[in-house]
């Protein structure tokens, strides 16, 4: 248990038996009434963003979140398998639990699970990852000036825009956050 005074970004409180995540949080005092804390929580789980508020000095239930360093093996058409770097213990999560982030994982990716109480919650993969562009048609002569974009099939499967002048078996980085072109590799 800790107070309201006691938050800080990336706490995981547990409100009504759901796993909440400090994203931000304000201390306020009014001229007038009770101070409070103002919040912006994200839901562990589904990623569903909230704003809460607390009034100061009310108790809550934290949470840890044992985050374990993994490495995406592979895809056996329903589950992703992970090894835990440290123990060498194989993880299968299923694919709604892994979500967005299948789109950028490669074989032998390090990634952080999110654990609580040996329960995987999350993946989160690095902030920025290297793939090849598959398929992109080619760019049209003259355009290259441009900042007009094109949309590109990387190797993972994933579709994102790309610059014009960018052609197919390239390696670009891309921004796993929001799929991102950020440059090339």
């Known amino acids: 248990m800790a107070t309201t005074n006691d938050l800080k970004n990336g706490m995981v409180l547990n409100l009504d038996g759901e796993l909440w995540s400090v994203v931000n949080f304000q201390h306020v005092k009014p001229g007038k ?82 654990m609580h109480e ?10 920025s990852v290297e793939l090849t562009i598959e398929h992109t048609d080619p760019g049209l002569q003259g355009d290259r000036s441009t900042g007009g974009t094109k949309p590109a099939r990387l190797e993972t499967g994933a579709e994102i825009q790309v610059p014009l002048f960018l052609s197919s078996g390239e390696k670009i980085k891309v921004d796993t956050r929001d799929g991102r072109y950020l440059g090339r590799a």
């Open 33 to 114: 009434g009770g101070a409070f804390v103002r919040t912006t929580l994200k839901h562990v789980v589904s990623g569903k963003v909230v704003d809460k508020t607390f009034n100061a000095g009310t108790k809550v239930d934290t949470a840890t979140v044992d985050r374990r360093d993994m490495t995406y093996l592979y895809n056996d058409g329903s589950h992703y398998v992970f090894m835990d770097s440290e123990t060498y213990d194989q993880l299968e999560l299923p694919a709604d639990l892994v979500g967005d982030a299948a789109k950028f994982l490669l074989e032998n990716t390090q990634v952080q699970i999110g």
């Open 118 to 127: 040996n329960t995987p919650l999350y993946v989160e993969l690095p902030t």
